[in-house]
């Protein structure tokens, strides 16, 4: 075996082993524990450990050693423990309901099935969740878990009788929108629930990676200081500790970002329900959120904020929301601002107006461009669109829409001989076909585009 460098940052194999089992073993903390941060301490430990064994470590053992990492480290830090799960659903528009939410499964069914898979021996658990969820068949999972083929087949089936039991009985004695007829149709439709149930991730897989790395460089760091302060005595070491604790507890922020042309969906440490358009990100602290429930949103995001005996606070550029329970939609990027409500009442401050304040209830929006405020009735079937793929504008600058294409669909737009800022557009296009998409917003505009060779660069100008 080729020597592994000294620095994990000139390793190519330690972080190729990192982006390759970085979910999958953050997955598995999440099964085995139903804790999220506890997930992301317990995956950093474990590649943190991994770097510790880099020269005892063989290229074909990776897999194994890791999964042998990961559960040492559960069973010690989980222990007699309860999980209490808050899986994130796959969100889709319901027109029937006219709200955010899972066509398969209503809040009390989900409870029941996270508090029944709460109630399953960590073991089988894990085996089941990796199976439904990962999609790992019971060879690969036999193979991570050292544990015999037939053992996982068997933890896989026994366990998907009992929740359907559990999910039949639920149905036959409540009477909601998506009924079970039979018994016999319980396993295709627990399959579908499954399949829409992911992870909550509170860590990026970049940022993970940085704190990683740092988290290395500071245990080298501290291996270099220890020789040098171990005369100092324990008292010195002790003052050391609880003051980089007090540190992490302050100033450590947790940041859910949606990438390019993909949206973004998250549960916040109070169970509010978060859903990013592409190009977004928000930001909390990630310890003591209970007693400030503060979030910074830089772009377009859903919230469906949980009542809590704290209001809800979202900061937006110069603009700060103050919330009890509500749902609604920020768009806050540039110089433009707007929230629309859906539920619930939203208090508005903000420093772009004279009278500070601004109070909107349901169906109606707070817009906010060129340092006009404005308050007005919303569609609120349009409101959140962007979630199904459709975006409406009214009298909107071309400057907004183009923007909004280049990040739904990874490209780049340049214009000749128009007046991008000036140029107001009334519409709208789907994010399903580029060249369908910029047709609906040139053609009424009396302008043309031309894509390039490769398909990244669009050029927009008059037909004049």
Sequence with gaps: MKEIPSS???SPWFKDTFEQYYHSIRNYCYFATGDADMADAFTQDVFIKLWVLRRKVRQHAIKTILYAIVNRIVRKGFVDLKPEFHFVREFVWDEKLGRVDSPFIDDEDYKLLQDNLAEIPRLRRTAFLMNQIEGMSPVEISNRLNLRITAVENFIKEIAESLCKQLYAKASTTKTGYQIEKLEDCPSRLHAIMQRLRVPYSLPEATAWEMLSQGIADMNRNLRLRHRLMNMGAILLLLIAVVSVIYDWQ????TIEAPCGKNAYGRLPDSTVVVLNAGTSISHRKFGFATRRLVALNGEAFFDVKKGELPFRLVAGMDTLCVKEARFNVYSRS????????????????QRFPEGKVKSGYGFAIHQSAGNIQLFGINTMEAVSWIRGSYYYVEAPLRMVLDELERQFCIEIQTEGVNIDQCLFSGHFAKTDLKQALHCVCNPLGLKFIIDTKGSTIIITSND
């Design 335 to 350: 110089e433009m601002f707007m929230v629309e409500c859906l539920t619930g009442e939203i208090l508005v401050s903000t």
């Design 251 to 254: 100033f450590a922020f947790a």
């Design 8 to 10: 994990h940052t000139e």
